[in-house]
């Protein structure tokens, strides 16, 4: 079964309050899994691999997804690059996650595939990453 994923980190400050948002569908659009998550500071960046981290761990986790492929959508065109091998990693932190993207898909059960797509494509995953971090903002007041 080909599973179509969207991801967003968001950060306010940047480095700043930072939360994650993930939306996984069917092909038909049937919504299948979504998470939010809260970070606490964390770079956009830092937060957008992130995102994909906790995406793909969910898609291995759930046998019932029955996976075959993934594609992600990602409003990070830096990310997308730098995956699809098109921009080198020069930051450390993320080589780090870089790293940990590429062993989480060694061995996976599908393939994978990463896109950019504008922003306004990806309001679901940020709305779920900016009530995360909405919450927790709430929260400590």
């Not at 450390?92 to 940990?100: C, S």
Request: glycine content about 6%; charged content about 25%.
């Amino acid at each position: 079964m080909r599973l179509h994923a969207w991801t967003d980190g968001a950060s306010r400050g940047n480095p700043g309050e930072a939360a994650i948002g993930i939306i996984i569908k069917q092909e038909d659009g049937t919504v299948v899994a979504t998470k939010k998550r809260y970070l606490g500071t964390a770079t956009n960046n830092v937060a957008e691999y992130t995102a994909l981290l906790e995406c793909i761990a969910l898609v291995r986790e759930a046998e019932t997804f029955r996976c075959t492929e993934l594609v992600v959508q990602t409003d990070s065109e830096l990310m997308a690059r730098q995956l699809n091998g098109q921009y080198k990693v020069k930051d450390a932190g993320l080589k780090v996650l870089f790293d940990d993207v590429k062993r989480s898909l060694a061995g996976a059960p599908f393939t994978f595939t990463i896109r950019h797509i504008p922003r306004s494509l990806n309001k679901e995953a940020d709305a779920l990453a900016n009530e995360a971090i909405d919450t927790n903002v709430r929260k400590a007041q």
